[in-house]
């Protein structure tokens, strides 16, 4: 009887039988047409990046054949009033638990991105953005529940963050 318990413990209980499943993650960031606005300047400040940032795990870039949101980097690139940032992809194993940091590095743009999956992708970015001029940071954070095979718009001030979730298996 001992047994039978323990196996249907086993077998029952999600935190045991659930498997990692690898996605394709992908992102656009880019600044929007307010970025020239005046504001900005007045807000920036001498934010320091997130402590975790060095303890985040690298990412393994995907090339640029295998993007995804080609067509939404074509239409932010028709328009000069947005300047894309960094377009990044990725793939990485998605489960329940909270994952271990992912690291985002551009030269503009610094951040962590950190997913987890219930019925919805539970998403959280935290983005450090750096003025070409050296004349300070900005810096902003989000979260959103979000469903695979959507391209999600995130919203900051100055900025905007394009992202899909594409599950491989």
């Given at each position: ?14 935190f045991?039988?659930?498997e ?21 300047k ?29 067509n939404?980097?074509?239409e932010?690139?028709k ?25 985002i590095?551009?030269?503009?743009v ?54 899909k ?5």
């Amino acid at each position: 009887m001992k047994w039978f318990l323990i196996l249907l413990f086993i077998t029952l209980n999600p935190f045991v039988t659930s498997e990692a499943k690898i996605y394709q993650i992908e992102m656009i960031i880019f600044s929007q047409p307010t970025f020239q606005n005046n504001a900005l300047k007045e807000c920036l400040t001498s934010t320091s990046l997130d402590p975790n940032f060095f303890y985040a795990k690298k990412i393994k870039p995907l090339p640029t054949s295998q993007f995804l949101l080609k067509n939404e980097q074509t239409e932010l690139d028709k328009n000069l009033e947005y300047q894309t940032l960094l377009h990044l992809a990725w793939q990485q194993s998605i489960t329940h638990l909270s994952t271990r940091p992912i690291r985002i590095e551009g030269d503009k743009v610094r951040g962590l991105f950190r997913a987890n999956v219930q019925h919805y992708f539970n998403i959280s970015i935290s983005l450090l953005f750096n003025q070409s001029s050296g004349s300070g940071s900005w810096y902003e954070s989000q979260e959103r529940r979000m469903r695979s095979n959507q391209l999600n718009y995130l919203d900051f001030l100055y900025y905007g963050v394009l992202i899909k979730i594409i599950p491989l298996t």
